[in-house]
């Protein structure tokens, strides 16, 4: 498992092939309330808009354990990310999520697309709003997982309803 970490952190650097060192980030290392936060994201990049959004609503079908709709929606996100230079390898990722019903294989392979967008998305301008960088320690067997939400409020989808509000927000990309 620290073999697939590794190059899931790997993927994550070289991810479309936009990891950017002038991030937007800010490290917020508090345990965040559970009160919901919610905000519209712009992207200026209408493409990687497009993408976010779709990746968001994969992101819901996980929380609600919904392998099929999971499907669906990568197909959508697969097809976006092929059309985007450099996310072609990514776009083979969400691939592999519509191709399996299987949701544990699904979540699996959510780690490497998440890890992925996160550096795709660090170093693109956003115009309004604050995307939020989650992370749950005991996603993949304890190696972990992050992901992507518009919400501070935690909706873990490495487990969806059996530990939803496991992990908390490691950073915040916003709007300058």
């Known amino acids: 498992m620290k073999r697939i970490f590794g190059i899931a952190i790997l993927t994550a650097l070289m991810a479309c092939n936009q990891a950017n060192k002038n991030s937007t980030a800010t490290k917020d290392s508090t345990k965040t309330d559970s009160v919901a936060v919610k905000n519209e994201v712009a992207i200026k990049d209408k493409q990687k808009s497009a993408i976010f959004n779709q990746y968001v609503v994969l992101k819901d079908a996980l929380v609600k354990s919904d392998a099929a709709n999971a499907q669906k929606s990568a197909v959508q996100l697969q097809t976006s990310l092929a059309a985007y230079k450099g ?33 795709l998305l660090k170093g693109t301008e956003i115009e309004k709003g604050t995307i939020y960088v989650q992370h749950c320690p005991m996603a993949n067997k304890g190696d972990g997982g992050d992901w992507l939400s518009t919400e501070k409020e935690i909706k873990n989808p490495y487990y969806g309803n059996e530990m939803l509000e496991c992990g908390r927000v490691a950073e915040e990309i916003k709007a300058k």
Not at 95 to 100: D, V
């Open 87 to 119: 996310c072609e390898p990514t776009a083979a990722v969400a691939g592999k999520i519509a191709g399996s019903s299987d949701l544990v294989s699904q979540r699996k392979d959510f780690t490497v697309l998440s890890a992925d967008l996160i550096a």
